[in-house]
């Protein structure tokens, strides 16, 4: 476990870090948040996949579909009406046409980020195209991972696809999520979205879709009073604390690794993204901190309770 927890960390930390000294020395017009989350997401579930034509096939699936993604829906941010129609057939198609889950999952997680971003035509196309960039360091840093730890005989190969059923229940549930975020229309409120599919990403048969949602919920909060805390103490020493973002962002992810432990990658996660919500706002007085921390946890909350709902969905359906 130790091992296979180091080598997902490493993979993640090596490609967050590549991606974004490539954004930054190439200036790409549309890399951010959605590049680097993606690169890393990536690296982790491809970095177990052995053999270098199949990651090579998995990356490209997941450029193509994360690209086409990216740009359908900033085309649409400003319809409405259109863009609820695209976000539930992007989902549920992505959901269907990638044969691993947690593949299609990262590629879902990454296109609801382009929520963030700035919509229009050139955007869309600029964050398109620096997909394939990220594709690129997927690549690199995926056959360099394999290359000093090879892939342990558990790990590799395994496909967990989505049923058309439970792809339907997802794509109802983020459908909702953003019909909700719409009406109450606070750019907070898109974390119902990321709460349903990063919960779908991490449940397991050891840790149950329920348990994750009570610890997203009680996790949340804390990490993001955590970060706001840390932002206080350390404001005036300007933007070098922020360096933490790396280190504590992966290693939340390194506990879920190695113990399943998702309410520490919660609250680490939280944290991370606060302080990165500060940095790229370039101060901590451009947004309100009691704001933050109200609306994102009634997002989360939000999110577990269509969680909820479309498990007892799922159960109903397979009872009957």
Known sequence: ?????????????????????????????????????????SATALCDVPDFNTRLNCCLQMVAASAAAQFMIGITANYPAARILIDLLITFFILIAIPEKQNAIIVLLVANLAL???????????????????????????????????????????????????????SAEVTIGFIIAQLFDHEQFYWIMLTILFIHLSATPKNPLPRLVKKRITATPLGIFLGGLYLACFNT???????????????????????????????????SL???SDWMLGTYQRYHFTELLVIRTLATVTGGILLLCGKQLMQKETVS
């Open 1 to 41: 476990m130790l091992d296979a927890a180091l080598k997902k960390s490493s993979a993640l930390l090596a490609a967050m870090l590549i991606m974004a000294a490539v954004w930054s020395l190439l200036h790409l017009p549309g890399a951010n948040l959605q590049m680097v989350t993606f690169a890393f997401l």
């Open 116 to 170: 963030f971003a700035p919509p229009g035509f050139s955007a869309s196309l600029n964050r398109s195209m620096d997909i394939a960039v990220a594709g690129m360091v997927i690549l690199l840093v995926t056959t360099l991972n394999n290359f000093l730890v090879p892939p342990s005989p558990q790990t590799a190969n395994q496909t967990n696809s989505c049923s058309l059923r439970e792809a339907a229940v997802i």
């Open 237 to 271: 020493t300007g933007d070098r604390m922020i360096y933490i973002i790396p280190i504590t962002g992966t290693l939340g992810f390194f506990m879920l690794y190695l113990k399943n432990d998702y309410f520490l990658f919660s609250l680490l996660f939280m944290f």
């Open 274 to 276: 606060t302080l990165f």
